[in-house]
């Protein structure tokens, strides 16, 4: 059984906790319609996890990707972390009651993170204020040769930004970084900015792409934790 290990946030960290209870749980995957998102996102996944034997996802909400995975890979290790005690109930008791290699804890993933070989977060790492030194707590944690699945928001989809976080067009003209304030601190990023942040965690970027679901536009890196790099870089 992977542990859990407190992190020491190097600046800190912005928190709105009360902000983010207001997120759902309960959507379905693949139901009614074939979602192509469903379908992309569970094939990526699916191929990573292949790879991998103790995945940890970052803010796994209702877990609904955990459930999925989990059922499908009963010989792998899963772990998810989320700070919603809404969601971590729901998530329990709704998703992975009777799978035995799945483990939730309720935490602050600003303040823990596990071991693992591979880990993603899907709408998370924007919601911190400092996110590269989160994010370098839980690659810290990853090991070498272990790979990491990131999305994030994408501020250059601007009609989707207009309607979603009423940002003005014009305020979006040529902006790296945006604050957003939907549950909680929410930071919109251009792709230079994600890829950059991304790296300084000391990931190596192996895929970049654009993904889009009816609800949300977004941006997903695949990246690398190099075995022959000893540590992270100082910044
Ligand atoms: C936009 S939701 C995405 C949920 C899920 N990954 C999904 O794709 O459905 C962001 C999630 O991150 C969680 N979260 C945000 N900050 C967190 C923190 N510091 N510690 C733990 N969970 C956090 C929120 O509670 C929420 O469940």
């Not at 990707?65 to 499908?72: R, V």
């Amino acid at each position: 059984m992977a542990s859990l290990h407190p992190t020491t946030p190097k600046i800190k960290l912005q928190s709105k906790k009360e902000k983010w209870s207001q997120f759902n749980y309960g959507r379905s995957l693949f139901k009614g319609h074939v979602k192509p998102y469903d379908v992309f996102m569970a094939e990526m996944l699916s191929e990573l996890v292949s790879k991998k034997q103790v995945i940890a996802e970052y803010g796994c909400g209702d877990g609904i990707w955990l459930e999925y995975l989990a059922q499908k890979f009963p010989e792998k290790q899963f772990i998810g972390l989320e700070w919603n005690e809404r969601l971590v109930e729901y998530a329990k008791e709704k998703r992975v009651k009777n799978l035995e290699n799945v483990t939730i804890h309720q935490v602050d993933i600003t303040e823990h993170c596990v071991d693992c070989d591979f880990l993603f977060a899907l709408g998370v790492m924007e919601h911190f204020d400092n996110a590269t030194s989160v994010v370098k707590n839980w690659v810290d944690h990853l090991a070498p040769n272990g790979f990491a699945l990131i999305t994030v928001p994408n501020l250059l989809h601007t009609i989707y930004v207009y309607f979603r976080h009423k940002i003005p067009l014009e305020k979006l003209e040529g902006k790296d970084e945006m604050i957003a304030g939907a549950y909680g601190f929410e930071w919109l990023w251009s792709h230079n900015t994600f890829l950059r942040k991304v790296m300084d965690t000391g990931l190596e970027v192996l895929l970049y792409q654009i993904v889009e679901e009816s609800s949300e536009r977004g941006q997903l890196i695949v990246a690398f934790k190099r075995a022959d790099k000893k540590g992270l870089p100082t910044s």
